[in-house]
């Protein structure tokens, strides 16, 4: 059969989860620089077809800007990439099933925000501020979409970072039911289009389009620490407890029921 059952999925991400946990530093500043870059033409294509569209599309170019945006975590789930929304569900639920530390969460977690980090604003930089495809024509969007972000209170951007990686972790968990790359695909692409077109907070996209804005010559740093902590610490729940943990708790064997309850 060309599909995983949930409980198999459950295994499989267990499993996906302790060969992170494995993966060398170097691996994951590579890797996750590429995932930080894939997240970022996603938005830099979002941003461009939201643009060019009339103004008079509404809310329907939003939701065709989302259906563009999903192009990040397909690059980085099948060309390969550390992408710290994913490894928010990954790295947690094989610490529940007790086969890596927590520590082993918390160093990949650590090693791979910074590469998506150097990534993100690489694109930023280069694509978004020296191309000018986040400035000129595009500014205005760019301000727009940044500014919301950073304006939203630490509670609504933290409750935000749930939604958002609810549904991303559940783009990922689709995506190991596939055992074919067309079905990984539409797995991914619909549970991350509904976040994009809802506003949902993405930690590792904010790394995008917040720097765009400050390259730009609007918002600052500061201003964004707080967004990045909310956010950070929203995606984790989202990831780690509503699909990671909820999913172990489901489908754990008895066996590891009754050692849970000892």
Same mark, same amino acid.
């Given at each position: 059969m060309s599909l995983h059952t949930p409980k198999e999925i459950s295994a499989v991400a267990v499993q996906a989860g302790v060969m992170k946990s494995r993966t060398p530093i170097s691996s994951l500043l590579i890797l996750g620089f590429l995932a930080?870059?894939?997240?970022?033409?996603?938005?830099?294509?979002? /941003? $461009?077809? &939201?643009?060019?569209?009339?103004?008079?599309?509404? =809310?329907?170019?939003?939701?065709?800007?989302?259906?563009?945006?999903?192009?990040?975590? /397909?690059?980085?789930?099948?060309?390969?990439?550390?992408?710290?929304?994913?490894?928010?569900?990954?790295?947690?639920?094989?610490?529940?099933? $007790?086969?890596? =530390?927590?520590? =082993?969460?918390? $160093?990949?977690?650590?090693? &791979?925000? /910074?590469?998506?980090?150097?990534? =993100? /604003?690489?694109?930023?930089?280069?694509?978004?501020?020296?191309?000018?495809?986040?400035?000129?024509?595009?500014?205005?969007?760019?301000?727009?979409?940044?500014?919301?972000k950073v304006n939203a209170d630490f509670l609504h951007a933290f409750i935000s970072g749930i939604g958002c990686n609810w549904l991303v972790c559940l783009a990922t968990w689709l995506a190991f039911a596939s055992k074919d790359v067309v079905g990984k695909i539409f797995g991914m692409w619909f549970p991350v289009m509904a976040f994009v077109a809802i506003g949902f907070q993405h930690v590792v996209a904010n790394m995008f389009i917040v720097p765009a804005a400050i390259f730009a010559g609007y918002l600052s740093w500061g201003e964004y620490l707080p967004n990045f902590v909310a956010v950070f610490l929203g995606n984790a729940v989202g990831g780690a407890i509503f699909v990671g943990l909820a999913y172990f708790v489901a489908f754990r064997s008895p066996a590891e029921t009754s050692t849970l309850s000892r």
């Amino acid at each position: 059969m060309s599909l995983h059952t949930p409980k198999e999925i459950s295994a499989v991400a267990v499993q996906a989860g302790v060969m992170k946990s494995r993966t060398p530093i170097s691996s994951l500043l590579i890797l996750g620089f590429l995932a930080g870059a894939f997240i970022s033409f996603g938005f830099l294509l979002y /941003i $461009r077809v &939201v643009t060019q569209l009339p103004v008079e599309w509404g =809310s329907f170019g939003t939701l065709l800007g989302a259906a563009v945006f999903p192009v990040g975590i /397909i690059l980085t789930v099948l060309a390969g990439g550390e992408l710290l929304t994913g490894n928010m569900m990954l790295l947690p639920i094989a610490w529940f099933a $007790r086969q890596i =530390s927590a520590f =082993s969460v918390l $160093r990949n977690w650590f090693w &791979v925000t /910074i590469a998506n980090f150097i990534g =993100s /604003i690489a694109i930023a930089w280069f694509f978004g501020h020296v191309l000018g495809l986040t400035e000129g024509e595009f500014m205005k969007k760019t301000v727009a979409v940044a500014s919301a972000k950073v304006n939203a209170d630490f509670l609504h951007a933290f409750i935000s970072g749930i939604g958002c990686n609810w549904l991303v972790c559940l783009a990922t968990w689709l995506a190991f039911a596939s055992k074919d790359v067309v079905g990984k695909i539409f797995g991914m692409w619909f549970p991350v289009m509904a976040f994009v077109a809802i506003g949902f907070q993405h930690v590792v996209a904010n790394m995008f389009i917040v720097p765009a804005a400050i390259f730009a010559g609007y918002l600052s740093w500061g201003e964004y620490l707080p967004n990045f902590v909310a956010v950070f610490l929203g995606n984790a729940v989202g990831g780690a407890i509503f699909v990671g943990l909820a999913y172990f708790v489901a489908f754990r064997s008895p066996a590891e029921t009754s050692t849970l309850s000892r």
